[in-house]
């Protein structure tokens, strides 16, 4: 997440947005993969964590409260990966959230869709829906990758005067 410049100091490592889009690809496969077996053991008090964090994340959103989102989002995410019983697929998932952190301003627009699927997550879990909460997983990375090249090609287009 740092990158050092000698003499210069430490700065926080910005991800271009085709690594952002790289990363939200593999994160895909993997989230799909612990969704599946996150299924066969979720347990009622990991799905009462995941419902009383939807329910913080909805006061977060109606304030705009980016930072409290991303905290909310990862650990959301986290139970999710939990609850797969695989911790090499956790550790791997831990790496790549932590490598996203940085993206967490350009989130505003989406926020609600992004709750949104969420929830579509939760309830693939309280019905042990594997099919259900994979390709609501499948959605929730694409809608972020689809929000980056957006982004980027707002920006790009924004340098050029366009």
């Known amino acids: ?18 690594q952002a889009i790289e990363l939200y690809s593999v994160r895909e496969v993997l989230e799909c993969m612990a969704a599946e077996l996150a299924v066969k053991h979720i347990t009622e008090e990991t799905l009462s964590e995941m419902k009383e964090n939807l329910n913080q994340q909805e006061l977060v ?3 705009r409260d980016l930072i409290g989102y991303s905290k909310l989002d990862y650990s959301f995410h986290a139970s999710v990966y939990r ?5 090499y697929l956790i550790e791997l998932l831990d790496s790549i959230k932590r490598k ?7 989130l505003d627009e989406i926020l609600e869709d992004l709750h949104r699927d969420h929830k579509e997550i ?12 994979v390709r609501a997983f499948r959605n929730h990375n694409k809608r972020m990758r689809k929000h980056i090249e957006r ?12």
Do not use: C
């Not at 997440?1 to 085709?18: C, D, K, R």
């Open 100 to 106: 996203m952190r940085p993206l967490v301003n350009h």
């Open 61 to 63: 959103i109606a304030s």
């Open 1 to 18: 997440l740092l990158h050092y410049t000698p003499n210069v100091g430490v700065f926080i490592q910005e991800l271009s947005p085709q």
């Open 122 to 133: 939760y309830e693939a879990f309280i019905q042990k829906d594997s099919r259900k909460a």
């Open 83 to 87: 609850a797969s019983h695989n911790e």
């Open 151 to 162: 982004e980027s090609f707002s920006n790009h287009k924004a340098h050029k005067g366009g």
